[in-house]
């Protein structure tokens, strides 16, 4: 039987780890999976959290893009993941910095592009990879980072397009994805976690009095998959969140995120990354909320 595929469409080089590294890594060594990760920018407007790197930054040599790069390929490879694509080609589309910032002007920023330009090439790639599923983000981009809304809708366009055998026949035979997913965390996890989140440093969100402020998280009755990695996929993740070292610092909001709100290294072994089913039919569940523990079921 041909391997069945994953394919993820993230925003930056971090997202993948920070957001589903234990998934990636839960999957890795399944020889009857293939996984696919497609990152839309090269995060050149991120801020720099390793002190004699700063001057990487976009408003100073402005090479965080290319270094971040490098980071990417050792998360992945950390990660156990073979398989990666740049949206358009490495570089064609710029990270467009927080929502509102001017950097959401930039010629090149992923925010501005046209959804079917940048939808045409990911469909090339859902053609020739022929993934089972498809993972992104929901219609907010899970916190409302600008790059995040576009993967969204970005890959949703996609799904769509590659499906219909009529639309660019050039890009390959049709394919249609069988499953679709959302990343989230359930709130139930924040609020267990509400202190530390709210405590992390560089925290977009710490001023958040509640769990209700925070612009992310589902309902777990909202949720239709939880994939809970074991302890080598656990410390695979926490490898790549480390090769991310200008983006994520220990004790920082997205350390937590990744680590701890998803389940934690810090307190069990296993690691949860949790997922909303956007289309396609939920297979066999189990636990109290009948949750899905296989994305390929
Ligand atoms: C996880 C993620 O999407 N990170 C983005 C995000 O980074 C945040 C941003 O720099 C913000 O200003 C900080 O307060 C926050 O701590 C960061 O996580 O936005 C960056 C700019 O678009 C992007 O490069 C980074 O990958
Ligand atoms: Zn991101």
């Known amino acids: 039987m041909s391997a069945r595929g994953i394919l993820f ?19 890795a060594d399944r020889p009857d999976v293939h996984l696919t990760v497609v ?23 402005d090479q965080l893009g290319g270094y971040r790069l490098a980071e990417y390929r050792a998360a992945v490879a950390a990660l156990g993941v073979t398989d990666t694509h740049f949206l358009g080609g490495v ?17 090149r920023a ?3 592009a046209d959804v079917d330009e940048a939808a045409a090439d990911l469909v090339a790639v859902l053609r020739d990879r022929r993934p089972d599923v498809l993972v992104t ?57 509400f202190a530390a989140f709210a405590g992390a440093s560089d925290n977009p969100f710490a001023g958040a009095a509640s769990v209700d402020e925070l612009p992310f998280g589902a309902p777990d009755d909202q949720i239709h998959a939880r994939i809970a990695a074991g302890p080598a996929a656990a410390e695979r993740k926490r490898a790549a969140m480390a090769a991310h070292a200008t983006q994520i610092a220990p004790g920082d909001w997205l350390d937590l995120l990744g680590d701890k709100l998803g389940g934690g290294l810090g307190e069990d072994a296993a690691l949860a ?6 289309a396609g039919e939920q297979g066999p569940g189990e636990g109290p909320h009948g949750w899905e523990s296989d994305l390929l079921s």
């Open 273 to 278: 990354e949790y997922y909303i089913l956007a």
């Open 110 to 112: 992923f925010w501005g």
């Open 39 to 61: 990152t839309c920018t090269l995060g050149e407007e991120g801020e720099v959290r390793v002190p004699h790197l700063a001057q990487l930054a976009a408003d100073q040599a």
């Open 9 to 27: 469409v993230h925003a930056h080089p971090d997202d993948e780890t920070v957001s589903t590294g234990a998934t990636l890594a839960h999957y």
């Open 91 to 107: 570089g064609r589309w710029r990270d467009s910095g927080m929502m509102g910032l001017p950097s959401n002007g930039h010629p």
């Open 137 to 193: 983000y929901d219609p907010d981009g899970f916190y409302g980072h600008p790059d995040h809304i576009q993967a969204h809708r970005v890959a949703m366009r996609a799904a769509d397009l590659a499906a219909d055998p009529t639309w660019r026949p050039d890009l390959g035979p049709a394919h249609r994805i069988r499953k679709t997913y959302w990343t989230t965390i359930p709130r139930t996890v924040i609020e267990a976690r």
